[in-house]
């Protein structure tokens, strides 16, 4: 009988040690503390360079030579403010009249220099004069596009005439002697100077809106569309 109750409280006392020990376990586990996922760190922020301007003293253009064009608000009636740019012309119109920059008394002008032999820039920019005419003002009462060449031995009169009647009524093709059309490029500050080892002209392709007084008011740069131009257009009309 003795041994019997030896032998219970053996397994009795194994029992109890196994229950301790099991509960023990379940504490430890527990308070295990849990594992944070760890946050992704954030995407470094890209640094914002701005544009310098293109030319000393005149204003902030939108193409820089190498370099994305800048957003079409970058330039206005602010940043031009005061800006000596434009002035006295004499030239001759495509339709043979002699004409100064004050042949168009009341309307604001748009002014660009270019040549007809130009593959790309000067058929894409009267384009857009052409679409700002058509959608803006068809008959020409408030604007006067003013297309000035930069190469006046081979864009004569006649063929001036001929260019421009491709575009829009309202655009007027300018040409004259070497010396009127450099004095012309001066006023502006428009670059233009023959290509290497070509027929081509390299040249500025800005356009400019003047005041009927003459004040530069706006440059517009290849980055323009029409509808833009028009908006700035009526900021000033």
């Known amino acids: 009988m003795k041994s019997g109750w030896k032998a219970f409280l053996v397994v009795a006392a194994i029992g109890f040690a196994l229950g301790g020990a099991f509960a023990l376990f379940r504490v430890e586990v527990k308070e295990q503390p849990v594992q944070q996922e760890s946050e992704a760190p954030a995407a470094p ?41 434009g002035g006295a012309f004499t030239l001759t119109d495509h339709k043979g009249n002699a004409v100064t920059e004050k042949s168009w008394p009341g309307k604001h002008k748009l002014v660009f220099f270019g040549f007809t032999s130009c593959p790309d820039t000067c058929p894409a920019t009267l384009q857009k004069l052409a679409a700002v005419m058509e959608n803006y003002d068809a008959k020409g009462e408030k604007l006067a596009p003013l297309f000035i060449t930069v190469d006046p031995a081979h864009d004569t009169q006649a063929v001036m005439a001929a260019y421009v009647a491709g575009y829009n009524p309202n655009i007027i093709g300018l040409t004259g002697t070497a010396e009127q059309v450099k004095a ?10 023959p290509a290497a080892a070509s027929a081509m002209v390299d040249h500025s392709s800005y356009v400019y809106l003047m005041s009927p007084d003459d004040k530069l008011l706006e440059v517009f740069g ?13 900021l000033h009309l």
């Open 45 to 85: 922020v890209a640094e914002i360079v701005a544009e310098p301007p293109v030319l000393e003293g005149v204003p902030p253009m939108p193409e820089v030579a190498g370099a994305a064009p800048a957003a079409p608000e970058a330039v206005s009636a602010a940043a031009v403010a005061g800006v000596p740019v």
């Open 184 to 193: 012309a490029e001066d006023a502006y500050k428009a670059y233009a100077a």
């Open 222 to 234: 290849s980055g323009e569309t029409a509808e833009s131009i028009i908006s700035k257009i009526k």
